[in-house]
């Protein structure tokens, strides 16, 4: 039985390249602006969590507990209306020149504009009342961007804050909404000496956002109480107003099509292995790695019986390689990486960092469940911006990755 299974396992390894096609695929479809950057706006994740859904049951995956769906709820800030931005008299593109904060207050008019000369610079009673203060950071050497950081922490009292960033915009997600609004505009998209800017932004705090972890399990052909867990998240920032979308094609369309790709290979009889096989595709990442954190104070399955997790993110490049998140704390494991890697001369080469908590396998880590996080490195650059696209990623290592995860799996999970 186990030369059968190494036989079928080969001959999927050499149609990997349609499985490549398959995910671009997916990912077009994830990251497509019908899924609204799944996220806040129009139920962005709710969209794509059918869209998972769907695969999860036409490959055969067994819902967990009765469902397909855990569901949760968490509090969002969102931007469904209004984001408009005029920077003395030129009109501002909202994701290419300016991001709002993302805990940022609805706002609308007309304000004056003071600029912050010297870290020690001191505002006399009332002088920013109802005014922005502006700080241009290429002013200011890097030596003081930790002093320059606590002045946008703690600012003076003032209407709300422009900082002018010289190199990237990077968006996020908040839970909140703060008093102070915080906009952050590209220095070569600011009209110098500009002394008034005018806002229309309109936010919406959603208290109880309802939102869904999507699951599938695939039953081991002998050992069906312990599992092989794959994760991704499955969501991304959604809209920042209606024009600017954040897309999220590499984060994390690119994981999410990972695991759905994995579905599909072991959902087929002859590639199943003896341990049971769960697929996780979180919600609420990008919020605070909310899903994942549910699913394990929540577990509909036994946190115990989980042999090991692989949680994906980042799937699209890997032109100079793959880091592996917790290769220090798992070396037996990652030893094990570096070896299948090079007897077949699959990535550049294989990173490992120690303990993080950048991506939903940390909880399973703090709760004792052994894991990994795995995410490509190189190619384009485009992240939490409006530029990760379907068209900027080139899924180089994407079927290297796919048979590095396939061989760890066979060798882990008889």
Request: hydrophobic fraction near 40%; include cysteine.
């Amino acid at each position: 039985m186990r030369h059968i299974f190494k036989i079928a396992f080969l001959f999927f390894l050499v149609s990997e390249s349609a499985f490549c096609q398959q995910a671009a695929d997916h990912i077009r479809v994830l990251a497509s602006p019908e899924y609204h950057g799944r996220g806040y706006y129009r139920n962005g994740d709710r969209k794509a969590a059918e869209y998972i859904k769907k695969q999860f049951k036409n490959y055969g995956l067994l819902p967990v507990s009765g469902s397909y769906f855990q569901p949760f709820t968490f509090p969002v800030n969102t931007f469904p209306g209004k984001m408009k931005v005029v920077a003395g008299k030129k009109l501002l593109s909202p994701g290419r020149d300016f991001i709002v904060s993302p805990s940022c207050p609805t706002i609308k008019g007309k304000f004056d504009l003071v600029y912050l000369n010297a870290i020690n610079q001191v505002f006399e009673n009332n002088t920013l009342s109802n005014k922005f203060l502006v700080i241009d950071k290429s002013v200011f050497p890097d030596s003081l961007s930790a002093q320059i950081d606590s002045i946008i922490k703690s600012p003076p009292s003032c209407k709300g804050l422009i900082i002018l960033e010289p190199k990237k915009l990077t968006w996020s997600v908040s839970g909140k909404v703060n008093e102070r609004a915080i906009i952050r505009i590209l220095t070569v998209a600011w009209p110098k000496e500009t002394a008034i800017i005018t806002l229309n932004i309109e936010n919406k705090l959603i208290n109880e956002y309802h939102s869904q972890n999507v699951l599938g399990m695939i039953p081991g052909t002998t050992n069906k109480d312990s599992f092989i867990v794959f994760t991704a998240h499955y969501d991304h920032l959604g809209r920042m107003g209606k024009n600017a979308l954040f897309a999220g094609a590499n984060d994390n369309a690119s994981g999410t099509a990972m695991i759905l790709e994995l579905a599909k290979f072991y959902a087929q009889p002859e590639n199943r292995p003896a341990k049971s096989l769960l697929f996780i595709a979180f919600a609420g990442e990008e919020a605070g790695l909310i899903g994942s954190k549910y699913y394990t104070q929540s577990p509909p399955l036994p946190l115990s019986n989980i042999r090991f997790l692989l949680n994906l993110d980042l799937m699209g490049n890997g032109e100079e390689g793959m880091m592996v998140v917790n290769g220090e704390i798992h070396p037996a494991e990652f030893a094990l990486l570096e070896k299948i890697n090079n007897d077949r001369q699959l990535l550049p080469v294989i990173g490992k960092r120690g303990k993080a908590a950048n991506s939903d396998h940390y909880w399973f880590s703090e709760k004792g469940v052994p894991a990994f996080f795995f995410y490509t490195t190189g190619g384009s650059k485009a992240y939490h911006d409006v530029d990760d696209l379907p068209g900027v990623i080139r899924l180089t290592e994407f079927e290297d990755v796919q048979t590095l995860i396939k061989v760890f799996v066979q060798e882990t999970g008889q």
